[in-house]
Every structure is written in C-alpha cells, then in structure tokens.
C-alpha cells in the first residue's frame, strides 16, 4: 500500500465523499445531541450558563464546517479560503469554551449522584485531539487532501460527546475498559476506520491521515487507561474541586 504525502489525483475526485464523512459526524453528534436535549435543560444541579455559551459556538462551528464543505463543492475554493482565517479563529474559540465548560460542568456536579472526575480524561484527551489536529489541518491547507482529511479527523475526535449521549438510551452500560473504549469511541472509530478503507481502495491513503489516527486512537487509549486509575481520579477530583473554588 502506498503512502500519500500530496495527492495524485484530482482534489474533485475527493469532494462527493468528503460530503458523506461530513454527514455521517454530523448525524452522531445531532442526533445523540437531540436526544439529550431534553435532560441537559433539566438538569440537577443545573448546567452552569458557560456550557450553554460553549454549546452556541459549538453549534455555529458544525455550522462553518459545513459551510467550507459545501464552499468547496460548488468550487467557490477562495471563499473557502477566506472563511478558512474566521474559521480558525472560531476553532480556537471552541477550545477555550469547551475546556471552560467542561471544567465547571464537572465542578457543579461533583459529589452528586452519578460523579465520576476520571472523566475528565475522556472529554479533555478528545479536546487535546481535536486542537492538535485542528492546527496540523491549517498548517496542511496547502496540501488539500491532507487537510481534508486532517480537520475532518479533528471534528471526528470530538464526536464522543454525542455519540455517548445516544448510547446512554440503552440501558446497560459497559463496566470493563475494552468496553468503555467501544461505548465512548466507537463511533469515532467505525467512521475513520471507513475512511482509511475508502482511501486504501481508492489507493489515496496520506500518511498524515494515518498519523493522526494513530495520535487518536493512542490518547483514547491512554484515556481509557486513565480513566480507571485511582490516583488520576484522586488528581482529576481535586483540580476539578479547585475549578469549582476559582471559577463558579
């Protein structure tokens, strides 16, 4: 299998399948975000007010990521370069709300039924994902395939949110660590996984795309791992009781 460091092919032959991937994060995160409406406005203890700011700009970045998308299909390529820069600046935006609400999510709801600070390796190794990539995708908008391929798998490490809010219908939960990597991951992983199936037919596989899978799969890993540490659940109890006492 060869490895692609720039594309050989057309950046149109990518465009039609670039749509697909799109749709297919788009429909886990609005659906299992859908289904979790209802509980996240009724909440108790209440959802602090930073997490329905963090949840309005993460609305409107799903909203600028289809749009360069769909830029990029009707071939308006220089305003998809030009909303790039605006984009970039919304990406960064996001990283700084989520942590902020992620942090006095978990405050507000430590000690109360259901707690669990260890998750905090979850929801902050999906965000540290999400801004490496990010950047490694600006950095790679001179190679379009690359990085199509770099910001989607970016969008796709942050998927977890609203793919564990669909599987929490079911109710039966996994308890072990194999199956906690599937019930927060799987969903990030079938869709990069028929990506890099697409790209192996199609002989388009880049070798960035396989990098940044493997930084993915490697922090959820490690996440998993952490996650059921006792003295990272001690730690993450604490720095979240200090961002209760600094910042709610």
């Known amino acids: 299998m060869q490895l692609h460091r720039r594309a050989n092919w057309s950046p149109r032959e990518d465009r039609r399948i670039t749509l697909l991937w799109l749709g297919l994060f788009l429909a886990i995160v609005l659906v299992g975000f859908g289904f979790d409406l209802t509980n996240y406005l009724h909440e108790t203890p209440a959802v602090p007010k930073v997490v ?8 409107i970045w799903l909203l600028i990521l289809t749009a360069q998308v769909l830029l990029v299909e009707v071939n308006n390529v220089k305003l998809h370069r030009k909303l790039g820069w605006f984009a970039a600046g919304w990406a960064a935006l996001l990283i700084f709300f989520a942590a902020w609400g992620e942090m006095s999510y978990e405050a507000t709801n430590l000690h109360t039924p259901g707690d669990n600070p260890a998750f905090l390796a979850i929801s902050m190794g999906s965000l540290l994902c999400f801004a490496v990539l990010i950047t490694w995708g600006i950095l790679l908008r001179k190679k379009m395939a690359a990085h199509r391929r770099i910001v989607l798998l970016a969008n796709l490490s942050i998927a977890v949110a609203g793919f564990t809010r669909l599987l929490q219908l079911f109710p039966v939960h996994p308890t072990s660590p ?5 019930f927060f991951f799987s969903g990030t992983l079938f869709i990069v996984l028929l990506m890099l199936f697409w790209d192996w037919k199609k002989n388009r596989v880049m070798k960035q795309f396989v990098i940044g899978t493997v930084f993915v799969v490697a922090v959820q890993v490690v996440s998993i791992i952490l996650f059921y540490n006792p003295a990272w659940k001690t730690f993450a109890g604490g720095v979240i009781a200090a961002w209760g006492e600094f910042a709610l």
């Open 178 to 182: 194999v199956g906690n990597y599937s």
């Open 52 to 59: 329905h700011v963090h949840a309005t700009i993460t609305t």
